[in-house]
């Protein structure tokens, strides 16, 4: 039993904390967020008294869409999967919940973040931390070798929260994975490709996507003298270059990680470079580097890389760049992760891109909005004789880009629209809902998007509102006249304007070709 | 710990269920399941011995969607939203899982059959059940009065999965509701009329909409003698008379519900009839059903609400009939379930539907697809001052209709294309990779959906077998003397037709239209 008094007091400062966002007008998000905390506060403190308070709220970490994000939502979804599809994607869909022996050992230090279900008898399950993993299950499982497969779905992480920054605890991802034995790096130029098309139709401000690959990192990591046992704490340690100083990671390797100041040093000068094609070519003849088979590998198919992408195109938005270290504990050869450079989504008008990786180090990132890589292993974890599939993809980021989207639309003075209605069925006098009913019906046999109100005898005024509230360009009026004459006046209502029709839809190809 | 040479026996006994399933050439599902069953046998004698045996499969009750299906799927699901968004509905999402006292006291015995999930500290859990109560949830939190929405969205019951007739323990639901206060009977017929449509749209073959009223039910067992405490008892037993005799669901109402005979018969001449607003009228004259208030109410209703389903035409499919009671206890009023008449779905060519109820008796139902009915009192148990939102909506049984789909296209002999793509950049010679990723890329850049082999050297006839496989239309063919020439040859697939183009996609309108 929690102590009373102790809750009370938690409930006076949580109070406080409302009260004063509330004045200094925050984002609705963190109001919810810390009201969200009261609440809960409140509830422990019900229980208690055996008085049970109910709690209106969604769990810790999720959130509804209403209709204006769901519209949103839509509009990104459309982008993206028109991209996927233009690049000859199929679509799969897995369960929300695996085997929980299917995601053991595949998330690292990760894994206590994983959802598992109570035990109520029968198989011990778990919510689906990632798409990847279940994808690779799939392949497995059904003895696939080759195909290219975008997924969208919702996954789930017992994560701490950030939702003010569009980090939840259930969220979607957006995969695009090809799976098969091809020539190398052509898949994965095609990825790469892919995030260049998304962000760029998105619209969502100036992009860089940084390339690796993980054989340069472990590379590095040997001719640096890092110990073969450390590779992976260290790498997670350069993980956060970009979000700390140099000096705290090194700080990080030598103080916390036991790494050599020498061996910190030598890493710390590699992964300050950046480049193209150059630089790859510029560190294989590097003396240190080319000591390593595995990096000089990796370096020749960052060269192999950037010459597809050239043929592509898009070689003006690409860096290799030696501090990008994916987390994940999957990945196997090239990686990479697209950043948005611009400070803030507000100032959005900046168009000039010159294209030279060097010169954009003064920009502000505000994150990583899309990911991926090569992981050529996965698929034989779950074989049962091992067999490879050799595997590449790219997830994209897209609670983030909903945020930066809802931001958006919240300054810009157009409004979203959240139904598709073309025309609504009006009436200016009474009793006319037969008429009205019939009409409408008439309306949706021709496949026209109507809506009517649900009213006997709503007002004029009513009507016209709602057509202005949501949008509605076009509405119907019934009148006794009207009906006598066998037509409908049509009203534009942005401008008023107003037509008669005959009331036969199927002779009125103005109605239908709106 | 489980007895081992019992785990053996097991695992013979099943290993035989699938090799005469196999030698029967049963379902694919069919022995899927048995073989899942098989499985899970062999990894808990293998967990036994220390030696651990994975089990790659999905859990029990759900199922992957292949590529062939999301392809069905998707068809589907566009009809149907498309559907909606004629009405003009917005959208919502709510989270897969909620708290787990939001489900607590919504659906009776059922309760049982929601998944809980682990309490890992923090709020407890449960997988959404339905999407009616989240709404419900959604509409109380926020206080709103007035919405029209869908929601597709999956649902999770610890249900015995039953794979074969389409019931699973994850499956979509395709919910549209009408939420507010409105003139009676108008948003009842839009939903009927919803059903109406996308069931004559889907072509499942032919359908009836059974309607009742939950006051009618309950005036007719009032009237009958049944105790105010037995009705929800017996009314779900009536609930069985789809699937059972007259002659056994009266057994149990008697012997195991302790109903008396007389109260039973005079229950069994109510639900054996069917009709349309004559019916109505000619019950609310009946001597006994008249005595009830709450009956005359819904028999009135009913009336009112065929005066509409006439104006939307579509009567002919529609009865009022008895006998149909929907379990869920949220129900108040109106109560609906549409059920496909045909015996099989490969007879789908029968075209003569005449329209009378009564002429449907001897057609074998194969089940509902859609259900639903009107829940006013629903949003007042989530607001804390008990203010209520009527809501009226329904719920389209998509799995259903997607088995049916996946049969229909197997038995058919089109093709199911899993992707859009258009055109297939190849070359007859050697070494013109990157001449075809150059011009991929400019057919993606042009928004046209092209692919190209991920390998520098592919046979030709490698390149033309892919594209039948998987339904390209249209193979763009290099070849030194095309470069030369400034031109591509275009081959359609299906007839060898080959014409020559220049190489600038911007003046090849012929394919940008394709």
């Known amino acids: ?16 904390v409302v009260r004063k966002l509330k004045s200094e007008k925050a984002s609705k998000e963190q109001i919810d967020e810390e009201v969200a905390k009261l609440l809960e506060l409140k509830a422990r403190l019900g229980g208690d008294d055996g008085k049970h308070q109910f709690v209106l ?13 769901m ?13 996927f599809k233009r690049h000859g994607a199929e679509t799969i869909d897995t369960p929300v919940f695996e085997l929980k022996e299917t995601l053991t050992g595949k998330y690292g230090e990760d894994s206590k973040l994983i959802y598992d279900l109570k035990d109520q008898g ?12 279940p994808f690779a299950r799939y ?16 996954v789930y992480r017992r994560d701490n929260p950030a939702m003010t920054r569009g980090r939840y605890r259930e969220f979607y991802q957006c995969d695009f994975d090809i799976a098969g034995q091809y020539d190398a790096m052509i898949p994965d130029a095609e990825c790469l490709k892919i995030v260049y098309e998304i962000l760029h139709e998105l619209d969502l401000g100036d992009f860089r996507i940084k390339v690796n690959d993980r054989r340069i990192l472990d590379g590095m990591f040997a001719v640096c003298g890092v110990p073969d046992d450390k590779f992976r704490t260290i790498c997670s340690t350069v993980d956060k270059l970009d979000k700390m100083s140099w000096e705290d990671v090194k700080k990080e390797m030598v103080n916390e990680k036991g790494l050599s100041e020498q061996a910190a040093d030598q890493i710390g000068e590699y992964v300050s470079m950046q480049g193209g094609m150059d630089l790859a070519e510029h560190l294989l003849q590097d003396q240190k580097m080319s000591q390593s088979k595995q990096a000089c590998a990796g370096l ?10 050239q043929l592509f195109q898009v070689t003006d938005k690409v860096v290799f760049d030696l501090s990008l270290a994916r987390g994940l504990d999957y990945y196997t050869g090239v990686i990479y992760e697209a950043v948005l450079t611009q400070a803030g989504v507000a100032s959005v008008t900046t168009e000039a891109q010159n294209g030279a990786p060097g010169s954009t180090e003064e920009s502000v990132s505000v994150g990583s909005v899309a990911g991926g890589g090569r992981y050529d292993g996965l698929v034989g974890m779950f074989d049962p004789k091992g067999r490879k599939v050799p595997c590449v993809g790219v997830s994209i980021g897209i609670e983030r880009i909903f945020s930066i989207m809802e931001q958006k639309a919240e300054v810009s003075a157009e409004k979203v629209r959240t139904t598709e209605v073309q025309v609504m069925v009006a009436s200016a006098q009474k009793n006319l809902l037969e008429e009205r009913l019939k009409l409408t019906a ?8 109507a809506e009517v109100m649900y009213k006997k005898n709503p007002k004029l005024l009513s009507q016209l509102q709602h057509c202005e509230e949501s949008g509605i360009p076009l509405v119907a009026i019934l009148g006794e006249q009207e009906l006598k004459d066998g037509v409908v006046k049509l009203r534009v209502v942005a401008t008023r304007e107003e037509v008669s029709h005959t009331v036969d839809i199927h002779t009125a190809p103005h109605l239908r070709t709106i």
């Open 139 to 154: 392949l497995a499982m059904n003895k696939i070798t080759n195909i290219k497969r975008y997924h969208i779905a919702k």
């Open 1 to 16: 039993m929690e102590d009373k008094v102790q809750i009370q007091d938690a409930i006076k400062v949580q109070g406080e």
């Open 300 to 309: 020749s198919d960052i060269k192999l890389l950037f010459s597809y992408l």
């Open 57 to 69: 709220k969604t769990a810790k970490g999720t959130r509804d869409y209403n209709p204006k994000q």
């Open 122 to 133: 029968g198989e011990l399950l778990s919510l689906r931390y990632d798409l990847t993993v």
């Open 71 to 83: 519209a949103i939502r839509e509009k990104v979804f459309n982008t993206i999967i028109s991209c």
């Open 442 to 449: 008439e309306l949706w046999n021709a496949g026209i998007k």
